[in-house]
């Protein structure tokens, strides 16, 4: 519990220097547009309590707010879309799966827990859109709300699983996943807003450009490689690999809820906009990051 504390203060120390540098800068140079910093910090107090309550007190505590965060991500998802009244039994029926799936997490069937989602729900969920309501627009409805579950849902229930796949270590790596996610998010927020040049995708993104990648990647390796030891039980290979992988499929994470956001919010600049400062806009990398952190560990180590 000491070493424990002592990683909840440190953790708590470099939040506040964190709020401190970035008040300082944002007074500096009020015409830069900071938004997505401060929605990162506000992110990172939010995870910071979480892992809170974690370590001090129970994984089920931490299972329950991160479906409650699931629950919210969705249900932003769901408000982009535009729907049909035929569509609300199969929202209903979206979100009566959240529970299920992290209830798989909470008496350890990782084998239901894998499969539910992917399988069960995606053959089934039509159902609900077919009797009785015709066929306008059934592709479009059911295929947003599989892609909306499987991002917000499958995706992001990876963090609830980490404690209850090894409560050992499963906090530390939860906190380690979530530091570099969001390192390699502001890194490259900040180099593509000063030096970016070559965007990826303009018209959905402008401030994914490659330059960012590239010095993101570099940076998360890098903050990888330093805080391993103090986390995780990984080794040194693993140390270095594990910020690729978390660069590389943030960025990815990043790129694809951007693009989907500009797809379904076509003509809809007023709540494209307003969304920018959404829990999806918080969370679009951590819906990749989880699940490919998780199985690349789970595959070769035993610990989980």
Same mark, same amino acid.
């Given at each position: 519990?000491?070493?424990?504390? *002592?990683?909840?203060?440190? @953790? ?22 900071? !938004? ?6 506000? !992110?990172?107090?939010? %995870?910071?309590? @979480? ?8 994984? /089920? ?5 991160? %479906? ?24 209903? *029926? ?24 992917? /399988?069960? #729900? ?8 077919? @009797? ?18 499987? $991002? %917000? =849902? ?18 530390? $790596? #939860? ?25 990826? =995708? ?15 990647? $570099? ?12 986390? !995780?039980?990984?080794?040194? !290979? ?6 690729? $992988? =978390? ?18 919010? @076509? ?28 199985? =690349? ?6 610990? %989980?």
């Amino acid at each position: 519990m000491s070493s424990s504390l *002592w990683t909840l203060g440190l @953790i708590f120390s470099g939040l506040a220097a964190a709020n401190v540098a970035f008040a300082i800068v944002r007074a500096k140079q009020p015409n830069k547009d900071f !938004t997505a910093i401060a929605q990162r910090i506000k !992110t990172w107090w939010g %995870m910071f309590f @979480i892992f809170c309550l974690a370590t001090l007190f129970n994984p /089920i505590v931490s299972l329950l707010s991160l %479906m409650v965060l699931t629950f919210f991500a969705l249900k932003e998802y769901f408000s982009m879309i535009k729907t049909r009244k035929a569509d609300r039994r199969l929202f209903l *029926w979206a979100y009566l799966s959240i529970p299920i799936q992290f209830y798989w997490i909470y008496i350890g069937w990782y084998g239901m827990f894998i499969i539910f989602i992917p /399988i069960y #729900v995606f053959l089934f969920l039509p159902l609900p859109r077919l @009797i009785n309501k015709g066929t306008v627009g059934f592709l479009r409805s059911v295929s947003s709300t599989q892609w909306g579950l499987m $991002l %917000m =849902v499958f995706g992001l229930s990876h963090l609830a699983h980490f404690p209850f796949a090894t409560p050992e270590y499963g906090a530390g $790596l #939860v906190l380690f996943l979530v530091v570099l996610t969001q390192l390699n998010d502001v890194v490259h927020y900040l180099v593509s807003l000063y030096f970016g040049k070559r965007k990826v =995708v303009p018209t959905a993104n402008p401030l994914l450009t490659w330059e960012g990648f590239a010095v993101a990647l $570099l940076a998360t390796t890098a903050a990888s490689w330093a805080i391993y030891p103090y986390l !995780t039980p990984l080794d040194p !290979t693993f140390g270095v690999v594990s910020g690729v $992988l =978390v660069g590389v499929s943030g960025f990815f994470g990043s790129l694809t809820i951007s693009v989907l956001k500009r797809d379904l919010l @076509i003509g809809d600049d007023n709540k494209f906009e307003a969304l920018k400062q959404s829990y999806l806009s918080r969370v679009d990398s951590l819906t990749y990051t989880s699940p490919v952190f998780f199985h =690349v560990i789970r595959y070769y180590f035993d610990f %989980m």
